[in-house]
């Protein structure tokens, strides 16, 4: 019984077919260094005749050799005929990004807001400068929502809104108020609908 191809390796360059994924993987195998070699050469000239495009006419065949180190999952012990691709050049790892490691007062407004403030906060005192801070301190009291859904002081969002930018916006909760925000029902569409007795 012939076996699936599920079943069997993955072969790594498909348009090569198994067969020669099969002579690649017995070339890396083979113990001794010149018969490897050899066997190596054997391959890259199959595989220029099943593709001649690639080696063109100045019968360039380092990108036959790179396909054949892909192929060999770079462990094909031989004496290359030219600089051929590695693991390192094909799949670079990318450099670790640099994170800044700071602290946060309130974890549930994140690291934004207190951006948002201390940019608002340095602001010349006017219309724009109002707008953006309501803007702030209502965004500050949905997040809040989202920490706490049962329900937020408003007290406690200008209190903090204080704490960030250094008492330099100081809102009078007893005259400032924040919007009321409510939650929207999720629809319900799985109810099965009665059906009607005749």
Avoid at 15 to 22: A, D, S
Avoid at 38 to 44: P, R
Avoid at 160 to 182: M, N, T, W
Wanted: aromatic residues 8%.
């Amino acid at each position: 019984m012939l076996p699936y191809n599920t079943d069997m390796a993955p072969v790594i360059l498909p348009e090569y077919g198994r067969n020669l994924q099969g002579l690649v993987d017995y070339c890396v195998n083979i113990p001794d260094r010149e018969e490897r070699t050899a066997c190596a050469y054997a391959i890259a000239d199959t595989m220029a005749g099943l593709f001649p495009e690639l080696v063109g006419d100045n019968r360039d065949y380092s990108q036959i050799w790179n396909q054949i180190n892909i192929m060999a999952g770079f462990k094909l012990d031989i004496d290359f005929p030219c600089t051929v691709v590695t693991e390192d050049k094909l799949h670079p790892k990318p450099e670790a990004l640099p994170y800044t490691a700071s602290d946060m007062r309130f974890r549930h407004y994140g690291k934004n807001i207190e951006k948002m403030i201390e940019v608002v906060a340095n602001l010349e005192e006017g219309e724009e400068k109002n707008l953006l801070i309501s803007m702030i301190a209502n965004h500050m009291k949905k997040l809040m929502l989202q920490h706490n859904p049962e329900g937020v002081d408003d007290a406690k969002i200008l209190r903090d809104l204080a704490l960030y930018s250094k008492g330099r916006i100081s809102l009078d909760p007893k005259q400032y108020v924040l919007h009321e925000f409510k939650e929207i029902p999720v629809p319900q569409t799985n109810k099965k609908k009665k059906r009607k007795n005749p």
